[in-house]
Nanobody, 120 residues
Framework: QVQLVESGGGLVQAGGSLRLSCAAS????????MGWYRQAPGKQREMVAS???????NYADSVKGRFTIARDNAKNTVYLQMNSLKPEDTAVYYC??????????????WGQGTQVTVSS
């Protein structure tokens, strides 16, 4: 009954910006941490940024100072503002959320992924 839908990916030139959104919907009691991960061709999936339910953020060193993660709890949505994009940021970006359902425990959910391509 829970799904995460991502949007905002696309093609951008180096130095440009994109804003990714991920909205959780369904039977949701609460959402704990949310985060963004990415996977480039031939590489393992890596965490890009995360944000706790209380708003504490954490970033990978490679994106710190360029990316900003935020959430809107009223909309069950997490955002990733990506500035000063580099070709090495090219990857499929996935959102993740730790979601508690009513009368159930906490489970991890993943978005379908959205392609971000940064051209030089």
């Amino acid at each position: 009954q829970v799904q995460l839908v991502e949007s905002g990916g696309g093609l951008v030139q180096a130095g440009g910006s994109l804003r990714l959104s991920c909205a959780a919907s369904g039977s949701i009691f609460s959402i704990n941490a949310m985060g963004w991960y990415r996977q480039a061709p031939g590489k393992q999936r890596e965490m890009v940024a995360s944000i706790t339910g209380g708003g504490t953020t954490n970033y990978a060193d490679s994106v710190k100072g360029r990316f900003t993660i935020a959430r809107d709890n009223a909309k069950n949505t997490v955002y990733l503002q990506m500035n000063s994009l580099k070709p090495e940021d090219t990857a499929v970006y996935y959102c993740n959320a730790e979601i508690r359902r009513l009368l159930r425990g906490v489970d991890d959910y993943w978005g379908q992924g959205t392609q971000v391509t940064v051209s030089s």
